[in-house]
């Protein structure tokens, strides 16, 4: 069944403020630069790392072949991303709810980074059935 077009315009609206609330946050932030480049690489690395995952569990399902270095590499790379970011905000000198308001945005954004790809991979194989 091809996604709905509020599921695909949600997926993107949660995306978008997921993505756009981290930065205004780093933006608006009183921590140092190279702070706020460990804050950001973290974030692209974890979005990154997600939608490979995605790619690769489905590519599985569909009996797609997929390496099992790249498999585990990419479940490497989402752990390795959670745990950079919890690491990060751990020893951060930044208030409580700071701390929580990083680690909700990034949940957000790399939760419907996965909803957008399969969203757009499910669109495609429809798309691509009907033709």
């Given at each position: 069944m091809k996604p709905t077009g509020a599921f695909i315009g949600a997926s993107w609206a949660a995306l978008l403020a997921g993505v756009v609330g981290y930065i205004v946050g780093l933006w608006n932030a009183t921590m140092?630069?190279?702070?706020?480049?460990y804050y950001f690489t973290i974030l692209l690395?974890?979005?990154?790392?997600?939608?490979?995952?995605?790619?690769?569990v489905r590519d599985?399902?569909?009996g797609l072949?997929?390496?099992e270095l790249y498999y585990g590499l990419s479940?490497?790379?989402?752990i390795a991303s959670i745990v950079l970011l919890v690491?990060?905000?751990?020893?951060?000198d930044l208030l409580l709810s700071?701390?929580?308001?990083?680690g909700m945005a990034f949940a957000m954004s790399v939760f419907s980074a996965i909803a957008v790809q399969k969203n757009t991979r499910d669109a495609k194989l429809i798309d691509e059935q009907n033709i």
């Amino acid at each position: 069944m091809k996604p709905t077009g509020a599921f695909i315009g949600a997926s993107w609206a949660a995306l978008l403020a997921g993505v756009v609330g981290y930065i205004v946050g780093l933006w608006n932030a009183t921590m140092e630069l190279n702070e706020k480049g460990y804050y950001f690489t973290i974030l692209l690395f974890g979005l990154f790392a997600v939608i490979s995952v995605q790619k690769s569990v489905r590519d599985k399902a569909e009996g797609l072949p997929v390496t099992e270095l790249y498999y585990g590499l990419s479940w490497f790379a989402t752990i390795a991303s959670i745990v950079l970011l919890v690491i990060g905000l751990w020893n951060a000198d930044l208030l409580l709810s700071e701390k929580g308001f990083y680690g909700m945005a990034f949940a957000m954004s790399v939760f419907s980074a996965i909803a957008v790809q399969k969203n757009t991979r499910d669109a495609k194989l429809i798309d691509e059935q009907n033709i």
